[in-house]
């Protein structure tokens, strides 16, 4: 952290719309074009929305607070959201979603976490997570520079995953000759 950077809590920073989630059984969904999300994700797709404005999602139960599992994510749009995960409206004039949802999916959150046998990051908890604060510009740049390194991450995995089914592909093509044309011995 920067000399000049604040550090403040969520709660602080963030409008917690929690209170407007809403959870329906899977046997009382009904099926539409809206997504569903759940603590870590899409779950289903139903006939209606809860919200529709960009937010920022974070698992309350259902989901790992580690540094680097992800636990926070985007969503923007249409959406209904359940009650596994907290809904956050960043103070946009103080807070990037991205750099809230970089500094949360990166923070070990398992200290703001209680519960032995279902763990659970109450609200009160997520309101008391400290956010390190550099100004705006401050944080789109570094925002833009993360966003770039985890472009290129991304892309090198895909190369990585399509090389390796090309190589499979060639072994197996090669050992299908190895066997058609047998010879003696």
């Given at each position: 952290?920067?000399?000049?950077w604040q550090t403040t809590q969520l709660g602080d920073l963030c409008d917690v719309l929690d209170y407007k989630r809403k959870p329906v059984t899977k046997r009382d969904?009904?099926?539409?074009e809206y997504p569903y999300y759940g603590a870590t994700g899409v779950l289903d797709y139903v006939d209606g929305f809860l919200f529709d404005e960009p937010l920022v999602l974070v698992g309350e139960d259902g989901a790992k607070w580690e540094s680097g599992e992800n636990s926070?994510?985007?969503?923007?749009?249409?959406?209904?959201?359940?009650?596994?995960a907290h809904v956050l409206r960043p103070h946009r004039t103080k807070l990037l979603d991205n750099w809230l949802i970089y500094h949360l999916n990166h923070a070990?959150?398992?200290?703001?976490?209680s519960g032995l046998t279902v763990p659970k990051l109450n609200q009160g908890?997520?309101?008391?997570?400290?956010?390190?604060?550099?100004?705006?510009?401050?944080?789109?740049?570094?925002?833009?520079?993360?966003?770039e390194a985890f472009e290129g991450i991304a892309t090198a995995k895909?190369?990585?995953?399509?090389?390796l089914k090309n190589a499979r592909a060639l072994f197996e093509s090669h050992l299908q000759s190895i066997f058609a044309h047998r010879g003696d011995g």
């Open positions: 952290m920067k000399n000049g969904r009904v099926a539409g926070a994510f985007a969503v923007a749009g249409r959406v209904w959201v359940n009650n596994h070990d959150l398992t200290e703001f976490v908890s997520l309101r008391e997570i400290p956010i390190p604060l550099p100004p705006l510009p401050e944080q789109q740049r570094i925002v833009g520079i993360l966003d895909a190369n990585a995953e399509k090389n």
